[in-house]
């Protein structure tokens, strides 16, 4: 198909149509962190069992984008984020009914299985539909969903507990999953590449770089989603913020990480994406040590910058992943490291600081941590292809 050369007119609609289906999925995965706390109390869950919800969430989504890399070229990227939008509405739906905690980790797999299938066909599917000289404004733009979604769910949370209890939030995520979904349906084309054959597959695991860029997809992950699912928690529990304090600080602190991640992809394309790569986990990784240390009075600052550095990492990593695998590997190189990145920042990470926190405190787990995002930045130097 013929590759838009710009981001005007029909090129612009198109990326801000992915942009809301982006947008809406990750809202629905992040909005079990801001009504944590509730439903921890209502049900009488720890810590480490209300964060387990999360891990949950990262298995469902490690599948999905496994399986999306290997099956949805052929069997269309349109068709594949259209029945996951269709799938994302049913579950939103039957979640009120759920009565029995454990019942949350069985839809919260589901959810993630759902979402997963999303990325490893919307990346594709715009780095066939615009040109590459624009990859690093069109993924950055298109991420940036992501980063208004952490920053928009706790004020969707905080705006909906007005009106109803915590269930009535899937309620409203289920209507706007059908309506975009067809919209979608209808303004998209069809995109379809052959299935990766197993030599590809096995060309792919031998390849360095990719478990090289998977450890740092699994630390830049862990210092967004990770941290982001315990800090309501935090907040509450620790720092000894009332919930509506505690989720409005944590919602505008997310606020300066909106600019980042649209002007993220302008810098991409103009500096170096190795440098850019480093100094965010760098500085993030201080930032996140930062936070494990201060206390409820300068706790909002230090969040407001961490947000500001660590939300970049995203925007910078999908480009990173688009420059370092060729055509045919993109979508399962996507997959594979999203699914590992996922199941270990996005699950065991939030898993590990709700244990800390139960026995002995969420700051401790979180100073070390910071640590150890800090130390994952010299693997950057290693990933020969961002030469």
Not at 184 to 212: G, H, N, Y
Not at 230 to 246: F, Q, W
Not at 253 to 259: D, H, I
Not at 345 to 374: A, C, E, K, Q, R
Request: glycine share 8%; hydrophobic share 60%; charged share 10%.
């Amino acid at each position: 198909m013929a590759k838009y050369n710009d981001l005007r007119g029909k090129a612009l609609l198109f990326l801000l149509c992915l942009w809301f289906l982006w947008f809406i999925n990750f809202s629905l995965r992040m909005v079990f962190s801001p009504i944590l706390p509730i439903v921890e109390d209502e049900f009488l869950a720890s810590h480490a069992q209300a964060s387990g919800i999360f891990v949950f969430l990262s298995i469902g989504y490690a599948v999905a984008v496994i399986i999306a890399g290997f099956f949805s070229g052929t069997f269309g990227y349109k068709r594949s984020i259209f029945f996951s939008s269709l799938l994302l509405s049913m579950i939103s739906f039957s979640i009120p009914f759920i009565h029995t905690f454990w019942l949350l980790y069985v839809f919260a797999f589901f959810i993630g299985l759902a979402v997963g299938f999303y990325i490893p066909s919307a990346i594709p599917l715009m780095t066939e539909c615009y040109s590459e000289n624009n990859w690093g404004k069109v993924i950055a733009i298109h991420d940036s969903g992501a980063t208004i979604a952490i920053f928009s769910a706790p004020f969707i949370a905080l705006f909906i507990l007005r009106f109803f209890s915590w269930r009535g939030i899937f309620v409203v995520f289920a209507f706007v999953f059908l309506a975009a979904a067809f919209v979608f349906f209808f303004a998209c084309s069809e995109v379809k590449l052959a299935s990766p054959p197993k030599t590809v597959f096995k060309d792919l695991v031998k390849i360095w770089s990719l478990w090289l860029m998977a450890i740092l997809w699994i630390f830049g992950a862990g210092a967004n989603l990770g941290i982001y699912s315990i800090i309501p928690l935090y907040l509450t529990k620790e720092l000894g913020l009332s919930i509506g304090y505690a989720n409005t600080i944590f919602g505008i602190s997310r606020l300066g990480a909106v600019g980042v991640a649209i002007s993220c992809g302008f810098l991409i394309d103009r500096f170096n994406l190795r440098i850019i790569m480093f100094l965010v986990l760098l500085i993030t990784g201080i930032l996140t040590v930062l936070m494990g240390l201060a206390s409820a009075r300068f706790i909002g600052i230090v969040l407001f910058l961490q947000a500001f550095f660590v939300t970049a990492f995203f925007s910078v990593g999908l480009v990173a992943i688009a420059k370092t695998f060729s055509r045919e590997m993109r979508s399962l190189a996507t997959g594979m490291i999203l699914a590992m990145s996922i199941i270990s920042g996005g699950g065991l990470v939030p898993y590990l600081l709700g244990l800390s926190g139960d026995l002995y405190s969420f700051g401790l787990g979180i100073t070390i941590f910071g640590v150890f995002v800090s130390l994952s930045s010299l693997v950057v130097f290693h990933v020969k292809e961002l030469e």
